[in-house]
């Protein structure tokens, strides 16, 4: 919706709650035409239903007034001797207008000092639970909201299994566009995996004010650009969502508005310099380790390296021995020897498992395993009498990649010699040719709305011919920092400004093996309720969270003993 229609949209709301209500603020003592004044008309309406003023600017904040409107219309039939558990249900299942029947059918007086506490256990418990949605959604949609990291894009810099908070408010909270949702949840219900929003209306893209921009190799949670996933891993139809309602994504911003960045065999260059990270970044490539003893598992496990694979081979193998070991395994092949391989993540089969199937197995240690690593691993493996050579592997300056942005025949890069791309700045002017038409035409297009046609070699937008385009918006490029393993701007291109949603602070939780059954799972102690982000190696403060919440008990013990002695003197 634009502007206009907003304004008509308001105007409408305005008009049927004057025809639905100005009897009954006549009937309370006030004016009829004060039922008719935008916003006033709410703040008297909080008088005559005995509520805070305060409570009129939650009816202005987009998700949270869905479920104060509700609280708003019960409240205002109670207040005319209307109490009845239908009644309620009567005015929230109308979405109000049972109000008119109150008004206009029912000879009903104003109860000027009415109580204000629920009568019953029920509506004690009800009014409870509405009030921590309310304050939780508000907590979720303006300033925190937590997140897990589902996927190694970021390895080893945030581990899957991380749980984190995300801050709203360091680069201000963007407020929600999709004005009709279910509080507390994202882009679908759970457990019936249906939609969760209305697509309309919409409201125009607003952010509150921040203090702080996005600065060059941040960690930032956005909404994916691509997104038109119903559910994940299904293949299916796409589904266009609002901005606000796409799928929320972690990467680091490796370049901010202005910029000029290129990837150079794997490393990001900003104006021609090779970026230098934080030190807590840990980039990951992927590397071939060649032994001509073999690379061992072993070995690989002791550098802290998780991402590869083991085989395990055997000569015979029944069902029920399978069956026993099958929730270990990535998949099984028959060898070129006839031999039976059994493939497994970095974990391997635990010896207990092997001998309770009452198997006879040996690990096939390759003389060759591709790695991803880090540089310092890659290093530390070199450096190994038992490791003769580690090269990192590279796609070649000038081949084509597979999925690459801007997905057009003139542009043949790929993830590790990518570019140089200009990164738009909002107000910012650049040349428009066929050139360069492919890598600005998403934004163009889909981002700023505008309409784009060609004939020959001329450009037109909106109908009007031209050869330069000015950028309505600032844009951003995100990375994972498992390079080579990570679908990020290099894949979709640039991130709008108006899909940032915030920047994770805090590691409240981190568990190992998240993707392998709750059975495996281990809690990294030396993550727990560390920094996002800082210089210098985390710092874990559970243990001084431990002991606040010790101290505090201790605290309250006392104090109830002290009241308690008091009280019986």
């Given at each position: 919706?634009?502007g206009?229609?907003?304004i ?8 049927i709650h ?5 009897k009954?603020?006549?009937?309370a ?13 709410a703040?008297?309406l909080?008088?005559i ?5 305060w ?8 998700i949270?007034?869905l ?9 205002t039939?109670r ?11 009567l ?17 009903v ?7 204000l506490?629920?009568k019953?256990?029920?509506g004690?418990w009800?009014?409870?639970i ?7 959604t ?12 589902p996927?190694?894009s ?7 299994g991380?749980f ?5 408010f ?8 999709t004005?009709?949702?279910?509080p507390?949840?994202?882009d679908t ?5 249906i ?5 309309n209306p919409?409201?125009?893209?607003f ?16 909404s ?10 299904k ?10 309602k ?6 680091r911003?490796?370049?901010?508005p202005?910029?000029?960045?290129a ?7 900003i104006?021609g ?11 990951q490539?992927d ?5 001509s ?11 802290g ?12 193998l ?9 929730n ?10 006839g ?13 207990k ?8 197995l040996k690990e096939?240690?390759d003389?060759?395993?591709m790695l ?5 691993i ?6 190994n009498?038992a490791?003769?050579s580690?090269?990192?592997?590279l ?5 084509k ?10 542009y043949?890069?790929n993830n590790d ?8 700045e909002?107000g910012k002017k ?5 050139e ?10 889909d ?12 450009i037109?937008i ?14 951003y ?26 920047t994770?602070i805090?590691?409240?939780?981190s568990?190992?093996?998240?993707k392998?059954?709750w059975r ?8 727990v ?11 874990s403060?559970?243990?001084y ?6 101290g ?13 002695t008091?009280?019986?003197?």
């Amino acid at each position: 919706m634009n502007g206009t229609q907003w304004i008509i949209f308001i105007l409408i709301v305005q008009v049927i709650h004057f025809l639905g209500t100005w009897k009954l603020y006549v009937k309370a003592g006030r004016k009829a035409w004060e039922a008719a004044v935008p916003i006033y008309n709410a703040i008297v309406l909080m008088q005559i239903i005995n509520r805070p003023k305060w409570w009129v600017i939650l009816l202005f904040i987009p998700i949270i007034n869905l479920l104060m409107f509700p609280v708003i219309w019960v409240e205002t039939i109670r207040s005319f001797g209307r109490n009845s558990l239908m009644e309620s249900w009567l005015v929230v299942l109308t979405l109000g207008f049972y109000i008119y029947y109150v008004t206009y059918a029912l000879d009903v007086h104003y109860i000027e000092e009415r109580s204000l506490h629920p009568k019953t256990a029920m509506g004690e418990w009800v009014s409870s639970i509405v009030f921590a949605v309310v304050a939780a959604t508000l907590v979720h949609t303006y300033f925190i909201q937590p997140y897990v990291i589902p996927t190694g894009s970021l390895e080893k810099t945030l581990r899957i299994g991380d749980f984190l908070f995300v801050s709203k408010f360091h680069y201000g909270a963007r407020t929600p566009m999709t004005t009709v949702a279910a509080p507390m949840v994202h882009d679908t219900i759970p457990g019936l995996g249906i939609r969760s929003y209305l697509n309309n209306p919409q409201l125009p893209y607003f952010r509150l004010p921040g203090f702080k921009k996005i600065k060059r190799n941040e960690i930032v949670v956005f909404s994916w650009p691509a997104d038109t996933v119903r559910i994940f891993f299904k293949k299916e139809k796409g589904v266009k969502k609002p901005i606000d309602k796409k799928s929320n994504y972690v990467k680091r911003c490796v370049g901010v508005p202005g910029d000029s960045l290129a990837v150079i065999d794997g490393y990001v260059h900003i104006n021609g310099q090779q970026t230098v990270l934080p030190d807590r970044a840990l980039p990951q490539y992927d590397y071939m380790a060649y032994s001509s003893k073999g690379v061992s598992s072993r070995l690989l496990k002791e550098l802290g390296v998780t991402d590869f694979n083991r085989i395990y081979v055997t000569t015979q193998l029944n069902q029920n021995q399978f069956d026993q070991i099958s929730n270990y395994l990535l998949g099984s092949r028959r060898g070129n020897s006839g031999n039976i391989e059994l493939i497994t993540n970095h974990l391997g089969i635990p010896t207990k498992a092997i001998r309770s199937a009452g198997l006879s197995l040996k690990e096939q240690t390759d003389r060759q395993r591709m790695l991803t690593i880090t540089d310092d691993i890659a290093n530390k493996l070199r450096s190994n009498a038992a490791i003769d050579s580690v090269i990192k592997v590279l796609e070649p300056l000038g081949e084509k990649g597979y999925n690459i942005f801007p997905q057009h025949s003139s542009y043949a890069w790929n993830n590790d010699n990518f570019g140089p791309i200009y990164i738009p700045e909002k107000g910012k002017k650049v040349a428009l040719n066929l050139e360069v038409l492919p890598v600005y035409k998403k934004i163009i297009k889909d981002y700023e709305d505008n309409a784009i046609s060609v004939n020959g070699n001329q450009i037109s937008i909106n109908g009007e011919v031209t050869d330069t385009y000015t950028f309505k918006q600032d844009y951003y490029w995100m990375m994972g920092d498992n390079r080579d393993h990570s679908e990020d701007s290099r894949t979709w291109g640039f991130v709008p400004e108006n899909h940032i949603v915030g920047t994770p602070i805090f590691i409240w939780m981190s568990i190992d093996n998240f993707k392998e059954g709750w059975r495996n799972w281990k809690i990294r102690w030396e993550r727990v309720f560390t920094t996002v982000h800082g210089n210098g190696e985390p710092i874990s403060y559970f243990k001084y969270f431990l002991m606040v919440l010790a101290g505090w008990f201790v605290f309250d013990y006392f104090r109830r003993k002290k009241k308690k002695t008091t009280s019986s003197k």
